[in-house]
């Protein structure tokens, strides 16, 4: 830097440094935004050229180029592939083709028009069947990249040719670089190889090695992997795959660790018995493997179902004596002992959480205490000394729990369960905290028992307080309240207000109202007798007051006047409902009804209709007209479900339309509405009734009312032939009508007297009445006559309406009489002969079903015996219930003992359908069988497969506890659904262990390492591409978090094979990444939030444009911009990354840019004269003072806006008012 001296006391002035600029002429405004370089613009598109020589060109475009089919050509290409073709050709007929467009368009345009245009050569290569697959890649991606990049077609023969040809198809340039990649992928697959070797299965664990230390150092060493089938699997192969050189080293070297065992190994067996096994065994093999290695001797177990306990050894002679030895020391090492305690004090010897048992067993670390809850009796297991002492411990315990603790059982009906556990448990739970007892409610079959257990006062109390409450559930009663099931929710009330009243005032009675939606449950009440009585008459008021304000009445009222109801702000409305005390409901704005709806008592609902209607006819220009039309057409004018009358109405701008009531004789129709609409509906009317009465000739045949069923005859069957033949309607008289004997028949005039015809024959024949009689036992009359003459009934509907009359009760006569046609009277005659013959024939027999089956062999409701009574035609009639205390308590041995009155069941009918019956009643009694299924699988039987199994076979299958290890399943129902859900049971047991199986093989782990920088790409955007790798493979991922000691583990779970799949698909993409195009842009980190924009929604939208990944640094000061992808997107992402980088800091620097300090160099021509002589003056020169310029604007007084002088009032202008003065600012426009 220069510095040029001046004179101390020089000065000058701001008017002569910088002059004012000329009025006339216009400002120049300077342009402050200066551009530093160009801009660089990237791009992502591609262009490429290429040449077709005319002697490879195809001949039938060679003639037409650039016109017809060679036009339409490039066309449908350009269309296809997206990108821009220009073509030309030469002198010597050779064509230039000039692409433009994305690098992926430009690749499928330029492999279009080389099919098109140049003539295609073919090419066979000869590959390895195994390598195609290779080729291929997967989903065939690997093959069309090939042919995408070489512009050519590979044909790869299908997987069931067994050709090793290859066929290459494209240019010759193209063929020799698809033949080029084609082998270079074989060679590689080459190098490949996998071997199988078969080793006796003895020598597994000397190659596998203790903890399979051997084979794992054999693989890390040959790189190979070696693959051991496991013990539980009777397989002598095993497979070495990897590289073929480090495949057969490995193959060499367990070769030779076999020869060398078989000349030095020898077998010894030892029998131990099968319950020391685990002792040898150790956890997870741990003690097989430890032998192992420390004597070179491998200890075979037997397999777990063998029924001998031996054990087998094979190893080196010398080191076979020392390895039986460690086996028998193991398997002496433990001691079993037993404590006798009762199965139901075993939990309080484990206590809450296992602490009681813990603090036995705290000082014997080696002890293993067992406790069965299905033996009274408590295992303890361990060393020997320890196992005496903890046996001694536990002993004491045990006694001192029985002499404080003690239980008694009560037998309750089980409808009383439900009472005393209270609702959520409240009663049981009071009485648990009261008492501090422990109560278990059992309810099995036929044994339903309550608990307690506790201190012996605990107990003492608790029994009293549940027989007392016992006794009160016994003496409660229960009525059934039948309401309208409309007035159901009024009497619940808001928010079920009104029944919490009724049941406050009857606090002793359990009020249950009926579900929603049950019309005919009643309201169930049940407590004390008096107050039962007393709420059931509290209730039967409310219903009446509630019916007495629940009248409904619909008044129709037109749309367009509903407003006129409401009135202003709801004014009209609100002032009917409050003088009436009525409910008043309008239709919603867009319902299409018109129908307002009235509800309160009678008298209310009746004054508010009036003032509704009062208000429509004030406001409505409408009339009222009456037509004529009779009443018998009224039915066909309405039609079904009043569908016509409706159409009509809504076709006649909706007047409202009023037949007369039912009982009424009058024949006027009145239609309401406005003129126009009312007159249309009445000629409409009017139109419909003229239809019908020429359809409507009417005829009377008169019979006598007792002789109208056999006119009917059967099921209507007489009746309905004359209908059809003649096709008039014949109409009987009603209950209702006075003249009991006209007959009515409708129709054309034709068909009437055709009808009319046969009806008045058939009443002919059937006044020829006779009677006839035939003789009956007494003892059989009340069969016939029971149940109100069901059966004669029967009987008369069977044999046209045949009277049949049997004596009076207490008339000693066998005589009956039969009235009515006479072959009916003969079918009648055969039909009660074959009765009596049944009940000659009937007889009744014993089924003996102990009582505790009765309820089950009845089924639901009675279903399974009113299926077999209807099946078998008998009666079945069961014992009462027996109800005294321990009735329903099973006895041991029930085979022995007799049955009691309570166990027969009488079955009475004829005695092929009686044994019949009997025997299907013995069918429907439950048995229980044992059905064995692994214990390992319980718990996959239970749960939904378990309910499905029971619901679809009727049965109930009962699971062992988990706490006890056995393979049983109980299974009860009838024999047959028994042996159905056993059958069943088998195979899903099948199943299981093809699951469980699945799952082992599922359960594979394979971890691998991958640096974390790669693993956001592993996952993908939103997790895709690993959730794309997981469904393809239908394995589990699972990374470390970045930061963790093992954040470069990758871990795969699932098939052994999918599992190296997926790894070889996750490889692929870091290699995919490894082989990408990286470099570091240099940008200032005040841009970096800028470029990656709200969320990273700017960055991801270059990202997705240019295909490129883009990584900015976690620390704010760092400026390094990683770019990875292919070369040229990436070089396109950073042109345009930088080019956005500089507009952004352009935008910065105008933002932030400061008013610049003077410069020397703006005074040029004042300092251009002696001040210009002394730049290189000495030092000594005295200090100046700066340059000073006098008399610029921040010297100038600020003008007083309040000064009349400097700011004077214009004429005729408001004077301001004064306003206090205020610091002038330091700048100010001079004056």
Not at 76 to 87: L, M, N
Not at 666 to 674: A, E, Q, T
Not at 729 to 739: A, N, Y
Request: net charge negative.
């Amino acid at each position: 830097m220069i510095n040029v001296p001046y004179e101390s006391n020089s000065s000058y002035v701001y008017d002569d440094l910088f002059p004012a600029l000329p009025q006339s002429q216009p400002p120049v405004q300077r342009n402050t935004q200066q551009v530093s370089n160009k801009l660089r613009v990237g791009s992502s598109l591609h262009t490429q050229v290429f040449h077709v020589p005319y002697e490879e060109r195809k001949l039938d475009n060679a003639n037409t180029f650039g016109e017809g089919e060679s036009l339409r050509t490039c066309q449908a290409i350009t269309k296809d592939t997206g990108a821009h073709i220009e073509i030309s050709t030469s002198k010597d007929g050779s064509l230039t083709f000039l692409i433009t467009g994305k690098h992926s368009a430009v690749l499928d345009a330029r492999r279009l028009i080389l099919t098109h245009f140049q003539q295609q050569a073919s090419k066979q290569i000869s590959i390895p069947k195994e390598h195609h697959r290779w080729i291929l890649g997967k989903q065939g991606v690997k093959l069309k990249k090939l042919e995408k990049m070489t512009a050519t077609k590979v044909t790869v023969p299908s997987i069931a040719d067994n050709s090793e040809i290859i066929t290459i198809t494209g240019t010759k340039e193209g063929i020799e670089t698809a033949e080029h990649e084609i082998r270079v992928c074989s060679e590689e697959q080459s190098r490949k190889a996998l071997e199988r070797i078969t080793v006796p299965k003895i020598y597994h664990p000397f190659i596998l090695g203790p903890f399979g230390e051997r084979v794992a150092a054999l693989s890390a060493e040959t790189g190979a992997r070696v693959h051991i089938p496991p013990q539980s699997t009777q397989s002598d192969e095993i497979v070495v795959a990897g590289e073929k050189t480090g495949v057969l080293a490995a193959k060499a070297q367990i070769e030779q660790i076999y020869e060398e065992m078989a000349k030095k190994c020898s077998t010894v067996r030892v029998e131990v018995p099968k319950s020391q096994h685990k002792y040898v065994i150790g956890t997870r093999g741990t003690t097989i493997q430890e032998i192992l290695r420390e004597t070179g001797v491998s200890v075979e177990m037997p397999p777990p179902d063998s029924p001998t306990g031996t054990i087998t050894l094979h190893g080196p002679h010398n080191k076979i004596g020392l390895a039986l030895s460690k086996v028998c020391e193991k398997a002496n090492s433990v001691k079993t002992a037993t404590v006798d305690a009762p199965t139901w004090i075993h939990k309080y010897i484990i206590g809450k959480n296992g602490s009681n048992i813990k603090k036995i067993t705290q000082d014997f670390s080696k002890v293993h205490v067992d406790i069965t809850h299905s033996e009274d009796k408590v295992k303890i297991d361990g060393p020997p000394e320890e196992v005496e002492r903890a046996q001694v411990e536990l002993d004491e315990f045990v006694k001192n729990l029985l002499a404080t603790l003690t239980y008694v059982e009560l037998t309750v009906d089980p409808k009383f369960f439900k009472h005393i556990i209270g609702k959520s448990g409240s009663n049981i739970n009071r009485l648990k905290d009261e008492t501090g007892v422990i109560i278990n409610i059992i309810e099995n079959e036929g044994n339903n028992v309550i608990r307690i257990e506790g201190s012996h006062h605990g107990v003492a109390d608790a029994e009293r307080e549940l027989r007392d409450m016992v006794n009160k559930l016994e003496n409660e009663r229960t009525k059934e309240v039948y309401v309208d099931h409309r007035y159901i929710k009024s009497l619940i009330g808001v928010r079920g207000e009104k029944i919490k009243e009724i049941r406050e005032k009857f606090e002793r009675v359990l009020i249950t109202l009926p579900d929603q939606g049950q019309k005919r449950s009643p309201i169930k009440l049940r407590g004390p007798q008096e107050d039962v009585d007393k709420c059931e008459k509290y209730l039967h008021k409310l219903m009446k007051e509630i019916a007495e304000s629940s009248y409904v009445q619909e008044v129709p009222i037109f749309k367009q006047f509903h407003k006129f109801i409401i009135g202003k702000g709801g004014a009209n409305l609100r002032k009917i409902r409050d003088e009436t005390q009525t409910a008043i409901d309008l239709p919603a704005e867009g319902d299409d009804s018109d129908v307002i709806t009235v509800r309160g008592k009678r008298e209310n609902v009746e004054e508010a209709v009036k003032r509704i209607q009062q208000i429509h006819n004030e406001k409505a220009n409408i009339v009222t007209e009456e037509v004529t039309i009779a009443p018998k057409y009224y039915n066909y004018l309405i039609g079904a479900g009043g569908k016509l009358i409706h159409s009509i109405m809504e076709e006649c701008g909706g007047v409202l339309i009023i037949f007369p009531p039912a009982e009424s004789d009058s024949d006027k129709v009145i239609i309401k509405g406005p003129v126009e609409d009312v007159e249309k509906a009445k000629q409409q009317l009017l139109a419909h009734a003229s239809e019908r009465e020429l359809a409507s000739h009417t005829a009377t045949v008169r019979a006598k009312p007792e002789h109208h069923k056999f006119l009917i005859g059967k099921s209507g069957a007489n009746i309905k032939k004359i209908r059809e033949q003649t096709g008039a309607r014949i109409i009987f008289p009603t209950e209702k009508d006075e003249d009991k004997e006209a007959i009515f028949i409708i129709g054309r005039e034709d068909q009437v007297e055709a009808a009319r015809k046969q009806l008045e024959a058939a009443v002919a024949d059937i006044s020829n009445v006779s009677e006839g009689e035939m003789f009956v036992d007494p003892r059989h009359h009340r069969h016939f006559v029971a149940r109100r003459g069901e059966v004669l009934r029967r009987i008369a509907d069977e044999c046209g309406g045949v009277q049949i009359s049997f004596p009076r009760q207490g008339v000693a006569s066998d005589r009956v009489v039969l009235k009515g046609p006479k072959e009916c009277i003969e079918a009648a005659k055969i039909r009660m002969n074959e009765i009596i013959e049944d009940l000659e024939a009937k007889v009744t027999i014993d089924c003996v079903i102990p009582q505790k089956h009765h309820r089950t062999v009845m089924g639901a409701r009675g279903a399974k015996v009113k299926d077999i009574t209807a099946e078998y035609d008998v009666q079945i009639k069961f014992p009462e219930r027996d109800t005294t205390e321990g009735a329903d308590i099973p006895v041991r041995n029930e085979e022995s003992s007799e049955p009691g009155p309570n166990d027969i069941i009488k079955i009475t009918g004829r005695p092929k359908n009686c044994e019949d019956a009997k025997q299907a009643l013995l069918d429907q009694v439950p048995i229980t069988i044992d059905v064995e299924v692994p214990n390992d699988l319980h718990r996959l039987l239970a749960g939904q497969k378990r309910r499905d199994l029971m619901q679809t076979y009727d049965v109930h299958i009962l699971m062992p506890p988990n706490e006890e290890i056995t393979d049983i399943v109980k299974v009860t129902g009838t024999p047959t659904n028994v042996e159905k859900a056993k059958e069943a049971l088998l195979e899903k047991i099948v199943e299981m262990e093809k699951e469980k199986e699945d799952r082992l093989l599922r359960s594979y782990e394979l971890k691998f390492e991958v640096d974390p920088e790669y693993h956001p790409l592993v996952i993908g955007k939103g997790g895709s591409v690993i959730t794309k790798i997981r469904t393809d493979y239908g394995v589990q991922i699972n990374l470390s978090k970045r930061g963790e000691p093992d954040d470069n583990i990758i871990t795969i779970q699932g098939y052994e094979d999918k599992a190296h799949q997926a790894k070889e698909a996750i490889m692929a993409i870091v290699h995919q990444l490894d082989n990408q195009y990286r470099e570091e842009v240099e940008i200032d980190p005040r841009v970096h939030r800028r470029l990656i924009g709200q969320r990273g929604k700017n960055i991801r939208r270059i990202m997705d444009d240019y295909k490129v990944e883009i990584r900015f640094p976690k620390q704010g000061d760092d400026s390094t911009v990683v770019i990875t992808g292919d070369e040229d997107n990436v070089l396109d992402a950073r042109d345009h990354l930088l080019n956005l980088a500089e507009e952004y800091l352009q935008d910065v620097a105008d933002r932030y840019q400061r008013p610049a300090a003077p410069s020397l160099a703006d005074f040029g021509e004042v300092l251009s004269g002696e001040n210009a002589t002394n730049v290189n003056a000495s030092a000594n020169n005295p200090p100046s003072t700066g340059f000073v310029v006098k008399g610029g604007p921040w010297e100038q007084r600020a003008p007083d806006t309040a000064s009349t002088h400097e700011f004077p009032i214009m004429p005729g202008g408001p004077r301001p008012a004064a306003q206090p003065t205020s610091a002038p600012p330091a700048w100010g426009p001079r004056r």
